[in-house]
């Protein structure tokens, strides 16, 4: 069972303090992806990691960055964090099969900065 | 910077009713277009997806219907049921060596009995 896991499930944080959000997955998934979701926004891409080393920004990547050491962990940092940064953000990792892709989210991480 | 739009924000049909939900989109590069649901308080997970190369794909009573020169697709739910209350997204990926998949706001379901 394909299994994508994130960590903290919730994150009170308050603003300019560093956070570190983890992501893991068991398949050995080349690529993975940090969104963030809010109401009315659906979900915006911050960042890709293509593998190991591998990464590139996505569309909203401004105060964030990532790190990918080894193909099952990717993390999401976030230096000196701003209030405008609240959100749920979901890691997914990508599968390809039989022609179509599926990515599998994480249960997402509830970020709350005052 | 929204690449993929979609509409209504918001929809609500009758138990048994057709649902269609539109997308739209501007890149031609977008090479692969699925559709995700997500309930409340769970994770977006795949519905069914479609490539440009077709304009339909059915999947029991979700069907994709796409149109390359308008460069839009929609999602038809038949025979809507309560359980398919959930907000769905559309999305476009990019192909190539950093392709990436790029979400819509998304259509906020009800479907009532």
């Known amino acids: 069972d394909m299994k994508v896991t994130q960590m903290p499930r919730y994150l009170i944080k308050r603003m300019g303090e560093n956070v570190l959000l983890e992501c893991g997955q068991d398949m050995s998934h080349e690529t993975m992806y940090w969104y963030r979701q809010d109401p009315g926004l659906g979900l915006q891409l911050i960042y890709i990691s293509y593998d190991v080393d591998s990464n590139s920004e996505g569309d909203i990547p401004k105060g964030y960055r990532v790190s990918r050491k080894k193909r099952e962990h990717f993390s999401l940092i976030l230096d000196s964090a701003k209030t405008n940064q609240t959100s749920v953000y979901f890691c997914a990792s990508s599968f390809w099969g039989s022609s179509a892709e599926t990515l599998y989210f994480g249960s997402g991480t509830r970020l709350t900065v005052l | 910077q929204q690449q993929v739009r979609q509409s209504p924000q918001s929809l609500t049909v009758w138990e048994g009713e057709t649902a269609i939900l539109n997308c739209s989109y501007e890149?031609?590069?977008?090479?692969?277009f699925p559709w995700y649901h997500q309930f409340p308080g769970e994770s977006p997970a795949l519905l069914i997806a479609?490539?440009?190369?077709?304009n339909k794909k059915e999947d029991g009573r979700f069907t994709i219907f796409f149109n390359k020169r308008e460069k839009k697709f929609s999602l038809h739910i038949a025979d809507s049921q309560p359980g398919d209350s959930a907000t769905y997204f559309c999305?476009?990926?990019?192909?190539?060596?950093?392709?990436?998949?790029?979400f819509g706001k998304g259509t906020k379901l009800s479907v009532k009995s």
């Open positions: 890149d031609s590069t977008f090479d692969y």
């Open positions: 999305a476009a990926r990019t192909g190539g060596s950093n392709a990436k998949l790029t």
């Open positions: 479609i490539r440009p190369v077709s």
